[in-house]
Nanobody, 120 residues
Framework: QVQLVESGGGLVQPGGSLRLSCAASGSIFSIDTMGWYRQVPGFQRELVASITSSGRTIYAESVKGRFTISRDNAKNTVYLQMNSLKPEDTAVYYC??????????????WGQGTQVTVSS
């Protein structure tokens, strides 16, 4: 079994910054893609950013130039640095990690979610 622990959410004023972290632990042989999604009540969960094991990144258009995703493979941790935050970034943020087990199988896991609120 694999556990994901998220941290770093909170309340911030427009223009401010936050850094989210998501640490994976448990039965992990290696990790493929890691990503961050967000969800607003009444709307579908959407991809914010993802990063492959080789470091290739993808960003939603709405966050390009403001958010940066990174990972520390030694710590099985993915980060999301969020700068120039806007009220429309308010959402629950979830990390998603694709874990490869010893048999070469890939399983996706979700974090518990962390609330990010951007408001003055």
């Amino acid at each position: 079994q694999v556990q994901l622990v998220e941290s770093g959410g909170g309340l911030v004023q427009p223009g401010g910054s936050l850094r989210l972290s998501c640490a994976a632990s448990g039965s992990i042989f290696s990790i493929d893609t890691m990503g961050w999604y967000r969800q607003v009540p009444g709307f579908q969960r959407e991809l914010v950013a993802s990063i492959t094991s080789s470091g290739r990144t993808i960003y939603a258009e709405s966050v390009k130039g403001r958010f940066t995703i990174s990972r520390d493979n030694a710590k099985n941790t993915v980060y999301l640095q969020m700068n120039s935050l806007k009220p429309e970034d308010t959402a629950v943020y979830y990390c998603n990690v694709n874990v490869i087990n010893g048999l070469g199988q890939i399983f996706g896991y979700w974090g518990q979610g962390t609330q990010v609120t951007v408001s003055s």
